[in-house]
């Protein structure tokens, strides 16, 4: 596969750089399912921009916008240190007990970007399961990602966008990370 996208020609699923980026995405996955969230901070740039926008649905002749100009997260490094620690405290009430999650990243596609940078859009879908006395919540989004390596050679999440498929989010809170 090596059209040419929006965001630069895609790679091909052999290239250094896409097999760099699946293993970030599938170590991540294991990362945030295991609740591991101080390695996961580790994998982020400290320049990291995390974005979830409200999406809306708009009518075929609006053009092709789908997402409205409020978002349900919009984090950098510091918010995103401030809600795993958030999660080691007595005041996380909404993961108490804790979210059981499995997200499941596929459709990885990687893109030429700047130099030293990778970037990727991938399929999500999260499983979430709060107990015994609530239905499980599906969460399905396609995320937009931008890695950049760090002085070791490392990949380091630089700037993640997730759009989410729904514009009425069903769950009771999204108190985890996507």
């Known amino acids: 596969m090596t059209t040419t996208g929006t965001r630069g020609r895609c790679l091909p699923f052999d290239h ?3 097999l760099a980026v699946a293993r970030f995405l599938t170590e991540e996955a294991h990362l945030l399912d295991d609740r591991d969230f101080k390695r996961w901070l580790e994998m982020l740039d400290p320049e990291v921009q995390y974005r979830v926008p409200v999406t ?8 092709a916008g789908r997402t409205a100009p409020s978002d349900h997260f919009m984090d950098d490094f510091f918010s ?3 809600r795993v620690e958030r999660f080691g405290s007595a005041f996380a009430w909404a993961e108490d007990p804790p979210s059981r999650t499995r997200h499941m990243v596929s459709n990885v596609a990687t893109f030429e970007s700047a130099p030293g940078e990778v970037a990727s859009r991938s399929a999500l879908l999260i499983f979430r399961s709060r107990g ?3 239905a499980p919540d ?6 937009h990602d ?3 390596r760090n002085g070791a050679g490392e990949l380091r999440l630089l700037k993640r966008t997730v759009h989410l498929d729904e514009s009425v989010l069903r769950t009771q809170n999204l108190s985890f990370l996507l």
């Not at 809306?56 to 053009?63: E, I, L």
């Not at 599906?138 to 995320?143: A, D, K, N, S, T």
């Open 80 to 82: 995103l240190k401030m």
């Open 138 to 143: 599906f969460i399905c989004g396609e995320r």
């Open 146 to 148: 931008v890695f950049r």
């Open 16 to 18: 250094a750089d896409h």
């Open 56 to 63: 809306t649905t708009v009518p075929a002749r609006g053009g």
């Open 132 to 134: 015994d006395l609530y």
